[in-house]
């Protein structure tokens, strides 16, 4: 399986350039890092590659399913970044 090919894989590259760059916006003024960690963003394409490197179909869906839980926990820092107001509603 080469990875780069899957859409999912791709799509996770930009969405890590993106909270990369979010993030960057926000360096100098406040430490939204401690609640919205980079790996989690990182996470996400990384798990695709190493699943599609795997030799079945069983452990590929496995990988799949980590970086899901990744992509949840990712989500899940921008929504604790609004309640604490980090970050407004209208950048999620």
């Known amino acids: 399986r080469d990875f780069k090919k899957y859409d999912i894989w791709t799509d996770s590259m930009e969405l890590v350039d993106a909270i990369y760059t979010f993030l960057e916006a926000f360096r100098t003024t406040k430490n939204i890092t401690v609640f919205l960690d980079k790996k989690s963003a990182v996470s ?14 069983k452990d590929f869906t496995r ?20 309640k604490i107001k980090y970050i407004s509603k209208r950048n999620l």
């Open 44 to 57: 996400i394409p990384s798990n695709i590659a190493e699943g599609a490197s795997q030799n079945s179909e």
């Open 63 to 82: 990988f799949l399913e980590i970086a899901l839980g990744s992509a949840f926990e990712l989500e899940t820092q921008l929504i604790i970044a609004s």
